[in-house]
């Protein structure tokens, strides 16, 4: 009998400690979370000071939610760098980095957001690529971007009041002209499309537009 308490005991206690480990699955990812999200009222993202750069000189953001503690986030930071390295000339790099802001100046393809569920801030500055522009670590802009979009890690979700319905690694495609959810569905565009998910996210935003003007 003792023999049992003792492993039920270690059970509950090995299970506890591993939690932040065991959260990097999808949460309810099917077509109607998915549509949900889509469809939902757009987030004021002008209104962030970290989002700034990649709206105003990136035609497509990339918003990364992952953290370098997950194990399911290894394999699509690994994509990530491989599909998009610091030389691709189509990624916008961070302010500071070899950019000259100008109204002349040709948007960036894409820019890649990392919104971190990492454990301290130096683990969240050192992961990933150098040309990945980060969401202040632990700040209220990344905060609010979590429970917009509903994705965060399990142990965050009740701290930060987060109506959770997407685990980590996801990553939400946005317009950076209209802020429209161009695909909540990113990781699997990269894996279906690899380098060519840029015009496979751009014939989406095409499509949504041509959408948009018919119903007007």
């Known amino acids: 009998m003792s023999i049992l308490l003792v492993f039920l005991v270690l059970t509950v206690i090995f299970q506890f400690r591993l939690q932040p480990f065991l959260s990097a699955e999808y949460v309810n990812d099917d077509k109607r979370t998915s ?49 998009f390295p610091d030389s691709h000339d189509g990624v916008l790099k961070p302010v500071g980095r070899e950019f000259a802001s100008s109204s002349k100046r040709k948007k960036a393809e894409i820019a890649i957001v990392y919104v971190s569920s990492d454990i301290n801030e130096i683990e969240a500055q050192k992961y990933g690529n150098s040309n990945w522009i980060r969401i202040p670590f632990n700040s209220l802009e990344g905060t609010e971007l979590k429970r917009h979009f509903k994705t965060c890690s399990a142990n965050e979700a009740k701290p930060l009041n987060v109506n959770r319905r997407h685990g980590i690694p996801n990553i939400i495609v946005i317009d950076s002209r209209t802020h429209d959810v161009i695909s909540n569905s990113g990781i699997k565009d ?11 996210w751009r014939e989406m935003m095409d499509s949504k537009k041509g959408l948009n003007v018919a119903n007007n």
């Open 190 to 200: 990269l894996a279906n499309f690899s380098g060519g998910s840029i015009s496979h």
């Open 35 to 83: 549509a949900a999200l889509v469809d939902a009222p757009l987030l004021q993202l002008a209104s962030y000071a970290s989002l700034q750069h990649a709206l105003s000189n990136a035609e497509i953001i990339l918003l990364y939610f992952a953290a370098s503690w997950c194990p399911m986030s290894t394999p699509i930071t690994d994509q990530l760098k491989q599909t």
